[in-house]
């Protein structure tokens, strides 16, 4: 056989073939994996039983080690399972480094990407040794000098060699470079993006190819499917959108059936009751059975419940629903079946200019048990998504931070925790206050002078709740209450100038309380009109983005 004639697979996998259908090597292994050249000579993983070596193209082993696994040779050298976990070995079956990882990747430009026993990635150089001190929650392999790095919130982004980012640009998923572009994902959609980690064209699509020869192919999120050339234009169509938009909008129309439907369920301790027999429900609902019997397939067919035996059981989408959760969003549930949508029936007169005749903050302070569900809904939801946030605030050791307007303390007690060496005030309502458990508490009123000096003032969703003359008083007020040198900490979702994406929770804050969510460009007019400019702006791991204010210019 040539050198340069690369054996196939047998059919059976047991064994490699030439060209002609021929067998190779006379012996027979459990299985067989591609041939590699290594130097002028072939080389392939094999697996007798439980042991695992490399044979060459006689079928001989080429070295006298075993291993639970082996892979192929790249770069002249094989990632190999022992018995002490990952590593590398050369052509001689000798280890590479004394090292031993979790997992252990194939070599790809003269670097590899490893695992250690905490969960945690990074490359190799071809001596084993690490190429730069970073750690990843997931990294690729390198390609074209740029790889795909995952950092522990999620998001991704590309380094080159030495470890360094080639971008200081962050997606919810990523692909390394091809023909000079990347495939993105956002928040939005999938796009492609060069190496400034810059969209090259502003559309997001549901899925994209790479490109070839200058075009790719992209499906819309109707189902469509596009080619597009690299400045983002459609060359063609080569499928129109395969969805019904009758049934679309029809679908979409009918939403509050899904609304009604688990308000229902909570107001009538359903979940609470599980798992319970149709009977048992009944007796408990003070319904009969052929009623509760459509309720709960109503509540299967959203995913809350299902049937087991003649019991139904809570299912883990569906015990988010559950008061003793963590996480409960049963108060939510009543919220947005009770007064919130009431409130989104006034939408139309408020398009039209029509003030909010009633404010929501005053409606929950007045009513002790709502305080409670209310404060609990928010406590759910600040749980779900600062989490991962609080970790990312550039909070510095001694500084002393309010979280104003930060209801019960869900974020002042995740921030405590991870800045121990910081002090942590609580700013809010006293009724709100009163159902707090947070050690520091300040009374605080958003549209009066507050109280102290801060190092740090965190706004986290309190903006978004007030239109703008409110919106300015409130960072007056922050602006005031900061030391010579403190900075203001916004949490805040950022619509984008370019996309409709969080249009709808816009319409919700115009319908609730009267607020709306802005834009970049409107928070830096606000900053200026409250004499505070825009530091930075970091987008983080949920759906808020980090803005920092810092005093203005001149402006003491």
């Known amino acids: 056989m040539s050198i340069l004639e690369k054996p196939i697979i047998s059919e059976c996998g047991r064994y490699h073939i030439e060209a002609d259908g021929s067998p190779l090597y006379t012996a027979r292994f459990d299985e067989v994996l591609a041939f590699h050249k290594v130097g002028k000579r072939w080389i392939a993983p094999v697996r007798l039983g439980i042991k695992a070596f490399h044979i060459d193209t006689d079928g001989f ?52 990407v490893v695992m250690d026993s905490d969960g945690l990635y990074f490359h190799l150089n071809v001596i084993g040794e690490p190429v730069y001190d970073s750690r990843w929650g997931y990294c690729g392999d390198f390609r074209g000098g740029v790889a795909v790095v995952q950092a522990g919130n999620g998001l991704s982004t590309h380094i080159l060699p030495n470890g360094s980012l080639l971008h200081d640009i962050w997606f919810s998923d990523l692909d390394v470079f091809h023909k000079g572009y990347a495939r993105a994902k956002t928040l939005q959609g999938w796009c492609h993006v ?22 790719a192919r992209c499906e819309t999120d109707d189902g469509a499917l596009l080619i597009i050339d690299e400045s983002g234009h459609v060359a063609r169509q080569l499928r129109g959108p ?61 995913g809350l419940v299902y049937l087991e035996g003649n019991c ?28 919130l949508l009431q409130r989104w029936k ?87 206050l009163n159902e707090s458990q947070f050690d520091k508490k300040l009374e605080l009123d958003l549209f009066s002078e507050w109280s102290g000096a801060y190092d740090v003032v965190i706004l986290a969703r309190v903006l978004h709740d007030w239109d703008d003359v ?31 994406s969080g249009a709808l929770c816009d319409l919700h804050l115009m319908a609730a309380t009267g607020g709306k969510e802005r834009t970049e460009s409107e928070f830096e007019r606000l900053s200026k009109q409250a004499g505070l400019r825009i530091k930075r702006v970091t987008k983080l791991p949920s759906l808020v983005s980090l803005i920092v204010l810092e005093r203005g210019e001149n402006n003491g």
């Open 61 to 112: 082993p080429i070295y006298g080690q075993r291993f639970h696994r082996c892979f192929g040779f790249y770069n002249d050298l094989a990632a190999v399972v022992g018995e002490d976990g990952w590593y590398h070995i050369d052509e001689s079956g000798s280890a590479l480094y004394s090292q031993r990882y979790e997992f252990a990747g194939n070599y790809q430009e003269k670097v590899c």
């Open 194 to 215: 060069n190496k400034q980690g810059n969209a090259i064209y502003s559309e997001r699509y549901a899925s994209v190819e790479p490109f070839y020869n200058g075009f």
């Open 242 to 302: 395969t969805c019904d938009i009758f049934a679309e909008l029809s679908s979409d129309m009918v939403g509050y059936w899904k609304t009604c439907t688990i308000y229902t369920s909570v107001k009538l301790d359903i979940f609470e009751q599980l798992p319970a027999t149709i009977e048992q429900l009944s007796l408990s609902c003070q319904s009969n059975s052929e009623r509760v019997v459509r309720l709960m397939r109503g509540l299967a067919e959203l």
């Open 312 to 339: 139904y059981v809570v299912s883990e989408k569906g015990s988010y629903l559950c008061l003793n959760h963590k996480k409960t969003l049963a108060d939510a549930a009543i919220e947005y079946g009770e007064d």
């Open 346 to 432: 006034s939408l139309p007169a408020l398009i039209q200019g029509k003030r909010l005749e009633s404010d929501i903050f005053y409606a929950v302070a007045a009513d002790l048990e709502r305080v409670k569900s209310h404060h609990r809904m928010l406590a759910s939801y600040a749980m779900h998504d600062y989490t991962q946030v609080v970790p990312l605030l550039p909070i510095q050791k001694g500084q002393r931070v309010l979280d104003a307007a930060g209801g019960t303390g869900t974020l002042a007690t995740l921030i405590q925790a991870h800045f121990p060496e910081s002090s942590v005030l609580l700013g809010d309502l006293e009724s709100v």
């Open 470 to 500: 409110d919106a300015i008083e409130v960072l007056k007020h922050a602006k005031h209450a900061l030391n010579c040198c403190g900075e203001i900490f916004i949490l805040e979702m950022l619509m984008l100038e370019s996309s409709n």
